[in-house]
């Protein structure tokens, strides 16, 4: 095996392993349903965008290269170390104040998400160990490129447990627009959404009207001008 058609198969190994782990994922943001509006899965894939932010998926020449693929791993651990500190801090927080007792549904439900969460972190450890132990045997070129992803995109992890400190400026927002799609459709123009992010955060986070237009504009959600009467 020549050394392209190596590459070539370490960068499939890598993109399979990833495929494989993401299903595992035990949180969701939203789920499956036959009645969302077209522009729900480009918010899908912007929300992701948002949350990698060292992976460039929106380059206009998007590639597989070694430095894009470690830094979705990166992340991906990024995510995984915020997350198990998420969970302790829930746990703690549980522990200390005086609860009522949990009914038999809510017990089985944490287990389960417990169990699938834990499945997910582990995942994400065996392949962190893997793919940088993989890179060893890559050209000097791709192992420094991966190292330099993976660092990249493992130190973009929040120094706090708050959830607005994950991914590009944009994520709230985007994020907002996937959970509360059905809301959106009831609206009539892009003011209104606007007001309600505003509600949801505050002015400075949101920013101005223009730029909720250009983001509405790139998933292609479209309001109605304020002031035309609604079509008849």
Not at 44 to 53: D, K, N
Not at 106 to 114: C, D, L, P, T
Request: with cysteine; net charge positive.
């Amino acid at each position: 095996m020549d050394a392209e058609q190596r590459r070539k198969t370490w960068f499939v190994w890598l993109s399979n392993e990833l495929d494989k782990i993401e299903p595992k994922m035990p949180v969701k943001f939203v789920l499956p349903d036959a009645h969302m509006p077209a522009w729900t899965a480009k918010v899908e894939q912007e929300v992701s965008i948002a949350m990698l932010p060292a992976a460039k998926l929106r380059h206009a020449n998007y590639q597989i290269t070694a430095r894009r693929m470690g830094s979705l791993i990166g992340h991906g651990c990024a995510m995984a170390v915020w997350m198990h500190e998420w969970f302790g801090a829930q746990v703690e927080q549980a522990s200390a104040a005086s609860q009522p007792a949990l009914t038999k549904v809510e017990i089985k439900a944490a287990k389960h998400f417990n169990r699938r969460f834990f499945m997910w972190y582990q995942a994400m450890c065996r392949l962190a160990k893997r793919s940088l132990a993989s890179c060893v045997d890559q050209s000097y070129e791709d192992m420094r490129d991966f190292l330099v992803g993976y660092a990249d995109g493992f130190a973009r992890k929040p120094s706090t447990l708050k959830t607005g400190e994950f991914g590009s400026t944009a994520f709230d927002i985007y994020l907002f627009m996937l959970l509360r799609w059905r809301q959106i459709e009831a609206m009539g123009t892009l003011p209104e959404l606007h007001r309600a992010l505003i509600g949801a955060y505050n002015a400075h986070h949101v920013g101005d009207l223009k730029r909720l237009e250009k983001i509405c504009q790139r998933v292609g959600k479209t309001f109605r001008k304020p002031g035309r009467p609604p079509n008849k």
